[in-house]
């Protein structure tokens, strides 16, 4: 099948000559009785049976989305309702989320693949209802007895179908729970549509591979403990060619005062592993007594897109880890989905942590009670604070060759409430900050469109789409304020915004919030530095900086 | 989905790249590289040589970065250079297409 998306042209030519719900056309067909159609583009690869025996899935075996038939096992039905039922009882927001929506369509304009494709079914309170329409032919009097009057219908395979479809077009990003009334987490609703598709053996390879190899080594990417080892020292090389100063990274080393886990992307793909010098260059620079690991190799987590169990089992490394190497905190690098995990989860799922103490930042001293519990700081308040305590010596002009603007990473902004931070560290680093316009940012910020475990090369239509909003939000600075980096903290993002901005807005480079600290960053004794991290020219610089001369 | 390689069937997945290692050979590469419209010569080989024994040595390809070095290195070139040579080679990108031919898997995750 193809990957490659459908030209802008083309786009535009379907938007213009297609009816569409974005121009207030409406089907004269309900929505329950629009069948679900796979095309080339708008759906993943089907997970390896290796990978499903790996994890003890149910129904290996070797199939694809769009074969007419998908090799169910006999009675899958029971098995996915039984797996319902089991959750309704287990988890109340589940129950809630099902019996609370008021259709008031609130939700319904605010989802990024519902504004990047038009489909009726991406409004979040239609996505939902394509659970909530079989919980109500199982689980209530009125569905069991007034059926398709009350939206209730009977799980087929077709219904099973349109989950598949819908439940991996959307990113979990929770930006529609963000101006629901009722305080519906549509994610939620996606986590155990998920889980259930799963239990059907509906499970994508984008996905579920990371999981098992997450669960192998220790990290999505299946790098090896002396791979992550020999990837970081080849980067040590590159941080003493460019900057003249070897900095000293340690792993799996007891007695550490701190874990450093950060996303496996940062150790390997490209722009991430610029992201990962910049962490390097800090630690070193102000003397941090800190290790890595090659076995908690791993910040994010496609454990949490597949179902609630595998989300813990790939979490509890990071405790684990800390335990055995008797550290007294972890800091995490920049990764979003790791963040909701850590935050929302972590400590019921896998704590307490009381081996561990409230984490103090050794140089300046601050507390960082927000993590007294899950005894985790985030790289970009660890940061802030070292600046705001002048602990750095910051020479923002050599990242003048950039005018930035922030990504704010869902999980980030909604999953954990961090908005300032980040900025606050981009304002110091560089000269040229230009936020996206008003709901396009922080809490109201717009996905990737890759997020949740999409970001897979043959599912490009659908990731162009659904980026679509904040493509656009991207072009309104690029051409206002001539911006030409996006700069995000989030190793998916980092990963899915390049195609993003190559298809909308070529000429706009992603980059990581530490690869920037890196640039910008005045280690003592470095040698004087003309290019960036990723070794293009910074413009130059006329004067000395008067960091520099305090510093010789 | 297969490749026929002199007669031969060759599993691949979806995205055209070998379902085991054990499967390649220069003949398979060969016709790999012929469906990413590659014609082999000595440079491309020499980078497949070298993606098959880190792979040998790592059991992942390796990063763009490192891959680009290690290139720059051994042509003494600047890295740069090494980059706009190793997209000059494989037009779709090394990780990708010169992966591919090498025979080795695709990495899944944030990347």
Redesign the interface.
């Known amino acids: 099948?193809s990957?490659n998306p459908p030209k802008i042209a083309e786009l535009k030519a379907e938007y213009e000559n297609a009816p569409s719900l974005l121009k207030g056309d409406s089907s004269a067909k309900e929505w329950l009785d629009i069948p679900v159609e796979f095309r080339d583009g708008n759906w993943c690869?089907a997970a390896?049976p290796e990978v499903i025996e790996n994890l003890g899935f149910n129904n290996p075996r070797k199939w694809?989305p769009d074969d007419p038939d998908w090799q169910l096992e006999e009675g899958w039905q029971q098995i996915v309702l039984a797996g319902m039922k089991e959750r309704l009882g287990q988890f109340r927001s589940f129950k809630l989320f099902m019996d609370i929506c008021v259709r008031c369509g609130a939700c319904s304009d605010k989802c990024h693949f519902f504004l990047g494709t038009g489909d009726p079914k991406n409004m979040p309170v239609v996505r939902a209802e394509l659970l909530r329409s079989v919980y109500r032919h199982e689980f209530t009097w009125s569905g069991k007895l007034l059926k398709g009057l009350v939206g209730a219908r009977p799980l087929t395979e077709e219904v099973l179908k349109e989950w598949f479809m819908y439940f991996h077009q959307c990113t979990e990003c929770r930006r529609c729970s963000v101006f629901c009334p009722f305080g519906i987490d549509t994610a939620e609703v996606t986590l155990v549509g998920r889980e259930l598709l799963n239990l059907a053996g509906a499970n994508i390879?984008?996905i579920t591979?990371?999981v098992s190899?997450c669960s192998r080594t220790g990290?999505?990417?299946?790098?090896?403990p002396?791979?992550f080892k020999?990837?970081v020292e080849?980067?040590v090389e590159?941080i003493e060619d460019q900057t003249g100063i070897t900095v000293n990274p340690t792993f799996n080393r007891k007695g550490a005062e701190i874990l450093f886990i950060t996303?496996?992307?940062d150790?390997?793909?490209?722009p991430?592993?610029y992201t990962m010098m910049g962490y390097l260059m800090l630690f070193e620079h102000i003397g941090l007594d800190y290790t890595l690991s090659t076995y908690a190799s791993e910040g994010?987590n496609?454990g949490y897109f597949t179902s609630n169990q595998t989300a813990k089992k790939l979490n509890a490394k990071m405790y684990h880890e800390a335990e055995r190497l008797g550290v007294k905190w972890i800091l995490g690098g920049e990764?979003g989905h790791m963040w909701r995990v850590v935050h929302q989860y972590m400590d019921t799922m896998n704590g307490p942590a009381d081996f561990m103490e409230e984490p103090v930042s050794p140089i300046t001293g601050t507390k960082f009670r927000n993590a007294t519990s899950t005894k985790m700081v985030h790289i970009a308040e660890f940061t802030a604070d070292l600046i705001h305590q002048n602990k750095l010596k910051l020479d923002p002009r050599r990242n003048d060759h950039l005018k930035t603007t922030f990504h704010d990473s869902c999980n980030i902004a909604r999953g954990m409430g961090m908005m300032e931070e980040p900025r606050y560290v981009l304002r110091n680093v560089c000269n040229s900050f230009n936020e996206m316009p008003e709901h396009t940012i922080r809490e109201e910020t717009f996905c990737c469109g890759s997020g949740s475990g999409l970001?897979?090369?043959?599912y490009m239509d659908i990731r162009m789409r659904g980026g679509f909003p904040r493509a656009n939000a991207v072009k309104h600075v690029k051409d206002k304020f001539d911006v030409n980096a996006l700069v995000a903290i989030c190793?998916?993002d980092?990963?899915s915004l390049p195609p993003l901005m190559n298809y909308w807005n070529p000429g706009v480079q992603v980059y990581g919030l530490h690869e920037l600290v890196g640039n910008a960053l005045v280690m003592d004794g470095e040698e004087e530095r003309s290019e960036d991290l990723r070794?293009d020219d910074m413009l130059e610089i006329e004067t000395e900086s008067p960091v520099q001369e305090d510093d010789a | 989905m297969s490749l026929d390689v002199n007669g031969t069937t060759i599993e691949v997945?979806?995205?055209g790249y070998l379902l085991s290692l054990e499967d390649w050979s220069e003949e398979v590469a060969g016709k790999l590289a012929e469906d990413e419209e590659i014609e082999m010569n000595d440079q491309h080989w020499e980078i497949v040589n070298f993606l098959r024994d880190y792979y040998q040595e790592?059991?992942?390809a390796p990063?763009?970065?490192?891959l680009t070095?290690a290139i720059a290195k051994k042509n003494d070139i600047h890295?740069?250079e090494a980059s706009v040579f190793l997209y000059e080679l494989f037009p779709n990108g090394p990780?990708l297409q010169a992966c591919k031919i090498a025979g080795l898997p695709k990495?899944?995750?944030?990347?």
């Open positions: 099948m990957t690869h390896k694809s390879n984008w591979k990371p190899d990290n999505h990417l299946g790098i090896e002396h791979t020999s990837v080849s980067l590159d996303p496996s992307g150790v390997f793909g490209d991430g592993i994010g496609f990764c970001n897979t090369d043959e190793a998916i980092r990963a070794e | 997945d979806e995205n790592f059991q992942i990063a763009v970065k490192v070095k890295k740069k990780g990495p899944t995750g944030c990347v």
